[in-house]
């Protein structure tokens, strides 16, 4: 079965750094893009960062470049998110999400920037990242 399992989720103040982590299995991790997605309670889910399939490139929303790194290792199958200069906005659970490349799985969102768009699935519990001022 396919599976993406974050870890690297705490508690933390302000200006604070966390690394997160994904553990991808059950598909071919190289022939996806990879990305996060966050969600505060009560509020819609949104991507936070993508990168294409061999590392190449990267996408942020608007309100993490800057603070936020997305990297992965293909030989691990594993992605990350380096968050740094975190903000209380920056609260929620935060998962990995996988390119939708035909039948879509799970939830699903879609990433569009000026010069990439892309929809992806997000599955599973998540790591919770809490941001106290």
């Known amino acids: 079965e396919m599976q993406l399992v974050e870890s690297g989720g705490g508690l933390v103040h302000t200006g604070a750094s966390l690394r997160l982590s994904c553990v991808a299995s059950?598909?071919?991790?190289?022939?996806?893009?990879m990305g996060w997605v966050r969600q505060a309670p009560g509020k819609e889910s949104e991507w936070v960062g993508v990168?294409?399939?061999?590392?190449?490139?990267?996408y942020y929303r608007e309100s993490v470049k800057g603070r936020f790194t997305i990297t992965r290792d293909n030989a691990k199958k594993t992605l990350y998110l380096q968050m740094n200069s975190l903000e209380p906005d920056d609260t929620a659970v935060y998962y990995c999400?996988?390119?939708?490349?035909?039948?879509?799985?799970?939830?699903?969102?879609?990433?569009?920037?000026?010069?990439?768009?892309?929809?992806?699935?997000?599955w599973g519990q998540g790591t919770q990242v809490t941001v106290s001022s």
């Open positions: 999400a996988k390119e939708v490349r035909g039948m879509e799985f799970g939830n699903t969102i879609m990433v569009a920037t000026a010069s990439y768009r892309a929809e992806f699935n997000y």
């Open positions: 059950g598909f071919t991790f190289t022939g996806y893009d």
């Open positions: 990168v294409t399939s061999h590392g190449g490139r990267s």
